[in-house]
């Protein structure tokens, strides 16, 4: 199945417009990421505060928002940052294994939040995925510590610093943008909800919305990285910041009805 959100910019009001043409620009930046985004990663803005996961991705959101830039949590350029600065403390990195369906969460499985891409092999060899004590397959989320080790965490108690990337926004700006949601597969056997034990992302939650109703919510919304449908009882989940599994509070009474579209790009 395949939607496609069209949007004349000249038939919405000024906020409208504002909201579109961000987000357009937001995406025309991922497309750039295979032309060396981190050649000019623009501004890096390291904050002390420890903060929950999803509440550091806001944190940059708001930074970027406030001086009309891109504000992201630092993803695949932390090596960039690193040539001439160290970590103060344990901090949030746009690493993650969110996605996965895998329950040891293998390190080929982590992407970069920020671009989507997946650690090519080189990364891998150069700076590992070190593993902590504990729940080991919960841990789908990445820190980097003062010694500039890569570590898996989780999401539902740690608090850290966090490392925001501040981008200039592209100048281009078109009176029509399309948008193409394709459903994504789900594997044989599989589900669009993670076991109770794993970490989960950040999500928004609208009821009473058609699939057409949720996909509109994603297309004007800068944060939203995927959207699960359920089609049984209407429900639309927005994945924000980066793409995850539902929570586990859509267990095993609701895990009929479910369908999910990634954002292009």
Aim: glycine share 6%; hydrophobic share 35%; with cysteine.
């Amino acid at each position: 199945m395949i939607i496609v959100i069209v949007l004349h910019l000249f038939r919405l009001n000024r906020m409208q417009r504002i909201n579109v043409s961000v987000l357009w620009l937001a995406l025309s930046l991922v497309v750039r990421r295979l032309e060396g985004v981190c050649e000019k990663p623009g501004k890096f803005s390291f904050h002390t505060e420890k903060l929950h996961y999803c509440d550091a991705h806001e944190l940059c959101l708001k930074e970027g928002q406030a001086v009309g830039r891109l504000g992201t949590m630092v993803g695949q350029c932390v090596d960039k940052y690193l040539e001439q600065n160290t970590m103060l403390s344990s901090t949030w990195i746009n690493l993650h294994a969110l996605h996965s369906h895998t329950s040891d969460a293998s390190e080929s499985s982590w992407i970069y939040g920020d671009t989507g891409r997946s650690r090519s092999a080189p990364e891998m060899i150069h700076q590992q995925i070190n593993e902590t004590e504990g729940d080991l397959d919960g841990h789908r989320v990445a820190i980097i510590t003062k010694q500039n080790i890569i570590v898996r965490r989780g999401t539902k108690s740690d608090k850290h610093s966090v490392l925001c990337q501040i981008v200039a926004l592209p100048n281009n700006h078109k009176n029509r943008f399309v948008e193409k949601f394709v459903q994504a597969s789900l594997p044989t056997g599989d589900s669009w909800l993670k076991e109770k034990k794993w970490s989960g992302g950040c999500f928004s939650i609208y009821v009473r919305s058609t699939k057409i109703m949720c996909a509109m919510r994603c297309h004007v919304d800068l944060k939203c990285r995927s959207f699960y449908h359920n089609f049984i009882d209407d429900q639309c989940i927005t994945s924000n910041y980066v793409d995850s599994l539902l929570g586990d509070k859509y267990g095993q009474k609701r895990r009929l009805g479910w369908i999910k579209f990634p954002r292009p790009g």
